[in-house]
């Protein structure tokens, strides 16, 4: 009789612990363009192709609001940066468009980290659905 209650409270125990860490779990909010930005992602093809920006990561997971880059680091439009002659790396490494942040300190460095945003001409015609870019020439 002493086993069947201990066994019961192990039970209740671990069984009230799996409903405080499903309680704890928030459930996913649903993306909205208004208050996160757009919900695509933007395809830089300049200074090369091609770098990705993602909003979301910026703005829903990263806390930041629309007016921390819009309208002093970046015009409102998608993709206007890649139209001025100063959007280049250097401009980023001296802390223009991205590197405002991405400086080491506040976010990782521009010249680090390639790959989080340059994901090449392979990765940038697979995100665009280019099914011949996923087949390997043989």
């Given at each position: 009789?002493?086993?069947?209650?201990?066994?019961?409270?192990?039970?209740v125990v671990?069984?009230?612990?799996?409903?405080?860490?499903?309680?704890?779990?928030?459930?996913?909010?649903?993306?909205?363009?208004?208050?996160?930005?757009?919900?695509?992602?933007?395809?830089?093809?300049?200074?090369?192709?091609?770098?990705?920006?993602?909003?979301?990561?910026?703005?829903?997971?990263?806390?930041?609001?629309?007016?921390s880059c819009?309208?002093?680091?970046?015009?409102?439009?998608?993709?206007?940066?890649?139209?001025?002659?100063?959007?280049?790396?250097?401009?980023?490494?001296?802390?223009?468009?991205?590197?405002?942040?991405?400086?080491?300190?506040?976010?990782?460095?521009?010249?680090?980290?390639?790959?989080?945003?340059?994901?090449?001409?392979?990765?940038?015609?697979?995100?665009?659905?280019?099914?011949?870019?996923?087949?390997?020439?043989?």
């Amino acid at each position: 009789m002493k086993k069947v209650f201990v066994f019961v409270v192990v039970g209740v125990v671990l069984f009230s612990g799996a409903l405080l860490f499903a309680a704890d779990k928030a459930v996913p909010e649903d993306y909205d363009e208004d208050t996160y930005g757009p919900k695509d992602p933007i395809v830089w093809e300049k200074p090369v192709k091609a770098v990705v920006f993602d909003h979301k990561v910026h703005t829903m997971e990263g806390g930041l609001e629309c007016d921390s880059c819009h309208d002093e680091l970046f015009q409102m439009e998608a993709g206007a940066a890649q139209e001025n002659d100063d959007f280049t790396m250097a401009t980023l490494y001296d802390g223009g468009y991205c590197g405002a942040c991405h400086d080491g300190s506040t976010a990782f460095a521009s010249n680090t980290r390639c790959t989080a945003c340059h994901i090449g001409v392979r990765g940038s015609d697979r995100l665009q659905g280019d099914a011949a870019a996923g087949k390997k020439a043989h």
